[in-house]
């Protein structure tokens, strides 16, 4: 089942329903052909033992609830966070959490009663950005008590005993465990033919295209190869997304009516909520050979502000359809 994204309802272009499509169909809808594009990535908690039944996680909005209020009710202890596979939705969001977490324990006047660690396959923090990006924001959770444990990745975990095993052998005993859930795709894409390697689709890199003639993907289903070094994929963020999604209207659009189409040039910009208030910014190209052209702005207010402004920005849109 594919779907019709936002991106590609311009007036006069394509419809306003979107509609559940199987690959290889042509739909023609109100006189114009409909194409499509293959849909996001699905949390599969399942693929790590004990994970499932140990582990909260605040990448779905049951998943966020439950979060918030057993750390309302955590009184003190042992918090483990961390990232139990690659690739996941945004390469910030856990250790963003993890600031958040710290900043509300201080908040609360109960930071002294509670442990913090992290752990991550990463070589370190959003290795996308770059080494040195990386290592000032694991320099920032170390900062505030937070190790970080890199190139850790979860072997199994243990309910009863409430301990995380890592493949290695390394193990980290917990009171409350905060794990980013393994990530696949949807069964109809698997069984697609477009997924390769792997759960993902892999498209060309500037124009969304797929092995599959007329069909694109973008978003966090694709595959994006990167020329930087930093990362052989492209993380999975919702502002690629939206670039990708313009992009492939484009090319989409060139394709019925003729004229140019478009290509992506991977410029990206992430917020780092860091507590308090506070927000750092990275910014830059994604897509740059040789050493990246990516740099973070410090922690303050502004780019909270400027965070709390992009959400709105989104949120109106939803709300308005
Ligand atoms: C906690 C968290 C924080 C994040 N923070 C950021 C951030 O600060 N900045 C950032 O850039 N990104 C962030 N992201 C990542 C961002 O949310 C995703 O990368 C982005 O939403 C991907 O967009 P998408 O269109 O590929 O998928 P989605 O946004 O998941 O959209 C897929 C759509 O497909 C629909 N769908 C699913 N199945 C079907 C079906 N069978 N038929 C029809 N429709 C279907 C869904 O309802 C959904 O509307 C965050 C993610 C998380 C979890």
């Known amino acids: ?16 329903e979107f509609a559940p499509l199987q690959l290889g169909q042509r739909v023609a809808t109100s006189g114009r052909l409909g194409l499509r594009l293959v849909h996001r990535a699905q949390l599969d908690p399942q693929a790590i033992e004990g994970l499932a039944g140990a582990a909260h ?19 003190g202890g042992k918090v483990v966070l961390g990232i139990s596979r690659l690739p996941f939705k945004c ?3 856990p250790y963003e959490m993890a600031l958040l977490i710290d900043a ?8 002294d009663d509670v442990e913090m660690e992290c752990f991550t396959p990463e070589p370190w923090p959003a290795p996308a950005a770059g080494e040195g990006i990386g290592r000032a924001v694991q320099g920032m959770l170390e900062g505030r008590g937070i ?4 190139k850790w990745e979860v072997d199994h975990v243990d309910p009863a005993g409430r301990i995380v095993h890592f493949r290695g052998g390394s193990q980290l005993p917990y009171d409350l465990l ?14 697609s033919g477009l997924a390769k390697d792997g759960p993902w689709v892999p498209v ?12 694109y993907a973008v978003g966090d289903v694709a595959k994006i190869p990167t020329p930087s070094g930093n990362v052989p994929v492209l993380p999975k963020a919702g502002v690629f997304a939206e670039g990708q999604a313009r992009v492939a209207a484009r090319n989409i659009a060139a394709g019925i009516a003729g004229g140019e189409g478009a290509r992506w040039d991977g410029h990206g910009v992430c917020f780092l909520e860091t507590g308090s208030g506070r927000s750092g910014l990275v910014q830059g190209n994604f897509f740059k050979e040789g ?4 740099r973070m702005r410090n922690p303050s207010r502004i780019w909270h502000w400027g965070k709390v402004l992009f959400e709105r920005r989104w949120l109106g849109k939803l709300f308005r359809r």
Not at 59 to 71: C, E, I, S
Not at 147 to 150: A, F, G, Q
Not at 204 to 215: H, L
Not at 291 to 294: F, L, S
């Open 1 to 16: 089942m594919f779907k019709l994204i936002h991106a590609l309802r311009s007036p006069g272009l394509l419809p306003d």
């Open 57 to 75: 996680h605040f990448y779905d909005l049951n998943g966020a609830t439950r979060l918030r209020d057993a750390l309302r009710a955590f009184r």
């Open 91 to 93: 390469p910030a969001a």
């Open 104 to 111: 509300a324990f201080r908040e609360r006047g109960i930071r």
């Open 147 to 150: 190790p970080v444990h890199t």
């Open 178 to 191: 905060v794990a980013v859930p393994p990530h696949t795709t949807c069964p109809p894409v698997r069984a």
């Open 204 to 215: 060309d890199r500037y124009t969304m295209r797929t092995s599959f003639d007329d069909v």
């Open 291 to 294: 050493p990246p052209e990516i």
